[in-house]
């Protein structure tokens, strides 16, 4: 199964668009890895948002198996560096296959599994309830351990998003109390406020820096029926070991033929070289031009736990 996702929120003149009253309640955005946890008969299997199984991953979970019900839990991994999420941290566990590599970073970089939502418990579907009676439900069945919590939840939206600028965090999500759980859909009934201008991107391809045959920038694109949609150029954030990281996962990429169904400048596309679209980036930018490009965009971290088709539908 996959997870609901949310919908980016409509910054207005007044604001961020934050949704007030009764009918919404707000959560801090984590800047995680997105997981479904499934227990059945005392045996824990996670799942990515791609469903793939990254159980092997995460040893330091193993516990939630061991809380006497049948579940189906939807959360984030979450990894602390003095007291705040670090997804660089974090990204290298999806891609653990080994079960030692696994112990061994539990121990020196744990998670911590962050619940939002119970969606099934003891073989009862919980989706249809509305939201409000999910997490009743979540809070008195989840007791919270040294490596799970329940994320908190709060009544004042607007509030929330200034203290979360203040320290640095990555935003927040607006939940409409009344809404049921739909998987796989990207719903208006759940909201996102990065603060960041951070957005995953697909890689169709990469040009080396100048007179070397070193990785100078990526040819980054959204994904659409026709192809992927251009939308521009990154070279800033690829120095040292980030650089170096990406240009390995680079080189496993089939090349091919140019993936972008729109026409890419030919200041952009001289050298490049073209690849399949199937590596996912975050890249953080001061916002779109009005020809739909990223303006002074940044690559920040590859994205392991996702693929081009869990970014369809993003509106972007």
Do not use: N
């Not at 996959?2 to 604001?15: E, F, I, K, Q, V």
């Not at 009918?23 to 948002?49: F, N, P, S, Y």
């Amino acid at each position: 199964m996959r997870p609901m996702l949310a919908t980016p929120g409509r910054p207005t003149g007044h604001g961020p668009g934050i949704p007030e009253g009764d009918g919404w309640a707000h959560e801090l955005k984590w800047d995680g890895i997105r997981l479904l946890a499934h227990v059945q008969d005392g045996v824990l299997r996670l799942t990515t948002r791609s469903e793939r199984d990254v159980t092997v991953a995460f040893p330091e979970l193993e516990g939630l198996a061991d809380l006497g019900h049948d579940l189906l839990l939807d959360g984030e991994a979450v990894t602390f560096v003095d007291g705040a999420p670090s997804f660089s941290q974090l990204v290298e566990r999806v891609h653990t296959t080994s079960a030692a590599k696994g112990r061994l970073l539990a121990s020196t970089r744990p998670t911590t599994y962050v619940i939002f939502d119970l969606v099934g418990v003891d073989g009862l579907d919980l989706a249809p309830l509305p939201w409000s009676a999910r997490r009743e439900a979540l809070e008195q069945i989840v007791p919270e351990r040294a490596r799970w919590q329940v994320s908190p939840q709060y009544a004042d939206g607007t509030g929330l998003w200034r203290a979360t600028a203040e320290q640095g965090l990555e935003g927040i999500v607006s939940k409409r109390v009344s809404s049921t759980y739909q998987p796989g859909v990207r719903s208006q009934d759940w909201l996102k406020f990065p603060h960041r201008g951070t957005e995953s991107f697909v890689v169709g391809g990469w040009r080396p820096e100048t007179g070397r045959a070193k990785l100078g920038s990526l040819l980054v694109g959204v994904p659409t029926a026709e192809g992927l949609s251009y939308r521009g150029r990154v070279g800033s954030g690829l120095a040292g070991r980030a650089g170096s990281r990406l240009a390995e996962l680079i080189a496993k990429v089939p090349e091919g033929e140019c993936p972008f169904a729109d026409e890419v400048p030919r200041v952009d596309r001289a050298g490049a070289t073209w690849l399949a679209p199937e590596l996912v980036v975050d890249i953080a930018a001061l916002g779109t031009t009005s020809a739909g490009r990223l303006r002074q965009p940044a690559f920040k971290s590859w994205r392991g736990d996702l693929t081009p088709d869990d970014l369809v539908g993003e509106d972007r």
